[in-house]
């Protein structure tokens, strides 16, 4: 009896020692906001291009343009005024007065070397391709030389860089920006407002490993101490902020969910202010009355579709490609993940992208089981004995949703399928090298508000660059007559004019559209979601969501 | 002794040697199969500029032409790479170009704080529950200890920890913060997720189930080797000699019973790195089970490496340990 007296009393004791490391500060203050995000790659403009890093970089550092959340059209942030008379050659004359957290002053030269940045070849940047429309891009990105020059044959050589800097782009003087571009791109200014384009202090280049844990911004948020990609980091409200768009609340805390974790638990503790219902969760999160206020709901413009290897047999054929489209019961899958979570699509660019909406697909997208038949027979049938694979990626509830689509076209068509799932890394190399042997998914999510965006880095740069296998001289043309519209408008339409020469040769099949499910907490309002930049796992515009105290 | 150290250091070198190998050919084998992991740096919906993609992989020594032939072991690849380890350089990620050897430092703590709670966990109630049996042998105590961790062990951890972070932990959480204040310990231990603000606070329930898992193995050692210690010749002597139950316990039956149990210890050590892969990806640790397992996924060269590198070496470590405390408690062992 004694030992387990003994041993009680070693537990007991060991309970003593773990409550004193309970000392830790707190987390819920006042003003501070509590929101989620998922893995950051760079806090440094150019290098993050994703969702999780641009939530950060667009509240720390401040940008040309804003976009308007409403509407997405693009507002002058920095930037007193962007203009151009041959949509070639812009002039950008910036704000005056402007600093960096550090005091240095934003001016031409620090957008200029931030562009520089991320447009040299050898920084091996992620956003690098947003300057392959610059002229000079050439120069700073060659071809690798031919094998007979490399001193090791096993290791490829490229020739010298003589140059850093894009020469399609000047400082007129300290307040000017001259860019010059390859081509006439009439929507110029609506990418502007990505962090591709962020000015850099210089402080922040001396020492980018330094900026990219404590980043030096010219935002409305300022980090104190450095962010971490593990464990988050709370950015304070910068009260020398002198832009137009300050927030309200005193700080935001970044809370860090790896891939695999979500923050709805967390959220149902109060530690989190926005946050969006996994799929396990939807059903109770809706259901909720005590949530129902407190829910938003929109678009979400990512895009879904069924891609086709148009450059294996029997999918280079436009009718299969359409029949099978046809065949699937949108609705009827979008119930199998939950109804509100997807929308069926009607074309390649979704109705909350600046000329989207226009129904491309048409009558290809409607579910349609005899017309898929009758158009599968005038095709000359599906090859007998031929499985339909359906190459998917395993990752969270993709295997339902393509099986659903499989069981759809199954039943519409009376062949047999097969799903093929696979990691990412292995899916990624199987589409890019063309080695897809059917029907895959695919998936886009917009960098910014313009149809062209859903188009050309799909679709474009010919049959062996994209993952289709998909080149048509109309499309083409319609792109570079988009580019050369002396209008906004005008480019638009062409760009839409581009996605029904798309919809011709019907490379995809276009599936869903997102929607935006969040949900927040009882002592923040005026919650607004920008549908384009959003995180996907909740989020909220910082510059204007309220803490009520 | 010092030369039994010594000639097991030399054998873990060599060991070490041959993992470092293995794994090196294995993921080179990987990436000769499977394809290139560089095209992951672009996040894989955007096809890349093959200029770009040169660059990328020129960046990560992917570029050597061995990475296209399948079976070759790319020895210059593997020099480059020991040298570099021997430097200190452990290479970068892929993904988000970040230095290995700095999120080893984030990493390794979080595992670390896990096993402390979870073989605190499992060796306390295994002695506790193992003693209590080994005394009450054949009796209903007996009988109900060993069906309950058999029990125990039988629920995968993973189930375990879901029914915690889906059905408990959001309620006791609410719970504790209306009693105790969400600032307090009550109202952060409960959580259903790890949180960096309170490393050790949020991670002893994850320690507590992680602690669980060989349960009831350990149990059964426990009470098995004192079962044999207390009808053991020595123990009768000592009892003859008048000595006091409390000294036969602690000096004969206990430390001697030790030996199977820091066996055993030491192989939960090594297997908890399974357990920590399940719980560190449910409760969201960052910590190493989760790093290599989503290193494979990723194709994360240096990440696998190193990472099962340090695994490596802790399990070889941890064994030498064993080893030596044999000679501690049983002085029947000697090594020289």
């Known amino acids: ?549 | 002794m010092g030369r039994y150290v010594i000639r097991r250091l030399l054998q873990a070198l060599l060991t070490l040697f041959i993992t470092l190998f293995l794994l090196h050919y294995l993921t080179a084998l990987s990436v000769q199969i499977r394809g290139n992991p560089a095209l992951l740096f672009f996040g894989g919906e955007r096809t890349p500029d093959p200029a770009m993609l040169a660059q990328i992989e020129r960046l990560y020594g992917l570029d050597n032409t061995c990475f296209d032939r399948p079976g070759d072991p790319c020895l210059g690849p593997f020099v480059e790479r020991l040298q570099n380890y021997a430097a200190g350089d452990f290479g970068t990620t892929l993904n988000g170009n970040r230095d290995v050897g700095e999120l080893l430092t984030i990493y390794i703590p979080n595992t670390l704080r896990l096993f402390i709670f979870s073989t605190i966990t499992l060796v306390t109630l295994a002695m506790v529950l193992g003693t209590w049996a080994a005394r009450r042998r054949g009796g209903l105590i007996d009988h109900s200890v060993r069906g309950a961790t058999i029990l125990i062990d039988s629920v995968p951890v993973f189930l375990i920890l879901l029914a915690y972070v889906y059905i408990l932990a959001v309620p006791l959480t609410n719970w504790a913060r209306d009693i105790w204040g969400a600032e307090s310990f009550m109202g952060q231990v409960f959580r259903p997720n790890y949180n960096p603000d309170y490393p050790w606070t949020t991670i002893i329930i994850p320690g507590i189930i992680v602690g669980t898992v060989g349960l009831a193995t350990l149990t059964r050692l426990v009470r098995a080797s004192q079962l044999e210690n207390l009808g053991s010749d020595f123990v009768r002597t000592a009892k003859a000699k008048g000595l006091k139950t409390g000294r036969i316990t602690v000096v004969h039956v206990v430390r001697n019973s030790m030996i199977p149990i820091v066996t055993g210890v030491g192989y939960t050590f090594a297997f908890a790195l399974s357990g920590a892969v399940l719980t560190e990806g449910i409760m969201g640790i960052p910590g190493m089970g989760r790093m290599i397992f989503q290193a494979v996924q990723r194709q994360e060269t240096n990440l696998i490496i190193v990472g099962l590198t340090v695994t490596a070496v802790v399990v070889i470590l941890v064994t030498l340990v064993v080893d030596l405390l044999y000679a501690v408690l049983d002085p029947r062992i000697r090594y020289d």
């Open chain 1, 1 to 549: 009896m004694r030992h387990t007296k003994l041993a009680v009393a070693t537990a007991a004791a060991a309970v003593l020692a773990l409550t004193a490391c309970a000392g830790d500060p707190g987390d819920a203050e006042d003003g501070t906001l509590n929101m989620q995000i998922g893995q950051v790659v760079s806090l440094v403009p150019g290098g993050s291009g994703e969702s999780e890093g641009f939530r950060i970089i667009k509240n720390v550092y401040e940008g040309l343009v804003y976009y308007d959340a409403e509407t997405g059209e693009p507002e002058n942030l920095v930037a007193e005024a962007i203009a151009s008379e041959d949509n070639q050659n812009w002039t950008i004359t910036l704000k005056d007065g402007l600093t960096f957290h550090n005091g240095e002053p934003v001016n031409a030269d620090a957008f200029i070397r931030s562009w520089n940045r991320t447009a040299y070849g050898p920084n091996a940047l992620r956003l690098n391709y947003f300057f392959s429309t610059f002229q000079g891009y050439e120069e700073l990105n060659p071809e690798p030389l031919p094998e007979d020059q490399w001193a090791d044959p096993e290791v490829p050589e490229f020739p010298e860089i003589e140059t850093e800097a894009l020469s399609g782009v000047t400082a007129v003087d300290d307040l000017t920006i001259r860019v010059e571009l390859k081509a006439p791109f009439a929507a110029f200014a609506t990418m502007l407002g990505y962090e591709a384009f962020f000015p850099l202090a210089q402080e922040c280049l001396d020492d980018l490993d330094a900026c990219e844990k404590l980043p030096i911004g010219n935002g409305p948020f300022k980090f104190e101490e450095p962010y971490s990609i593990e464990n988050g980091g709370t950015a304070v409200a910068w009260d020398e902020y002198r832009g137009e768009r300050a927030p309200s609340i005193d700080a935001v805390k970044w809370h860090v969910y790896l891939e695999g974790n979500d923050c709805w638990a967390d959220f149902m503790t109060g530690d989190i202010d926005v946050c969006r219902p996994t799929a396990a969760d939807y059903e109770q999160a809706v259901n909720d009355p005590e949530l129902a206020e407190r829910r938003i709901t929109g678009p979400d413009p990512s895009l879904t579709v069924l891609g086709y290897p148009m450059y294996r047999e029997p999918y280079d054929n436009v009718d299969i490609r359409r029949a099978l489209s046809m065949a699937i019961d949108r609705e009827g899958v979008i119930n199998v993940v939950g109804p509100d979570r997807l929308a069926p699509a009607d074309g390649w660019v979704p109705a909350s992208i600046l000329g989207g909406g226009t129904g491309a697909c048409g009558e290809y997208c409607a579910y349609d089981p005899e017309g898929a038949r009758a158009l599968l027979a005038e095709a000359g049938g599906w090859p007998e004995g031929q499985k339909l694979e359906i190459w998917v990626n395993d990752a969270s509830d993709n295997l339902a949703i393509f099986r659903a689509i499989g069981d759809s076209i199954s039943e519409s068509l009376d062949i047999e399928y097969e799903l093929v799932p696979m990691e990412w890394a292995d899916f990624l190399v199987a589409r890019e090298g063309h080695k897809v042997e059917g029907p895959f998914r695919s998936g886009w999510g917009p960098d910014y508000n313009l149809n062209e965006n859903y188009l050309e880095p799909v679709y474009g740069g010919g049959a062996a660059a994209n993952d289709y296998g998909f080149e048509s001289d109309e499309y083409d043309d319609k792109i570079a007559e988009a580019g050369a519209a002396a209008s906004l408008d005008e480019a638009v339409a062409f760009y839409a004019e581009a996605e029904a020469a798309l919809a011709d040769e019907f490379p995809s099949a276009p599936l869903f559209e997102g929607k935006v499910n969040f949900f927040h907490t009882e002592r923040v309002d005026n919650v607004i979601v920008n549908p384009i930049y959003a995180g996907p796992g909740g989020d909220a515009e910082l510059r204007d969501i309220v803490i009520d105290k």
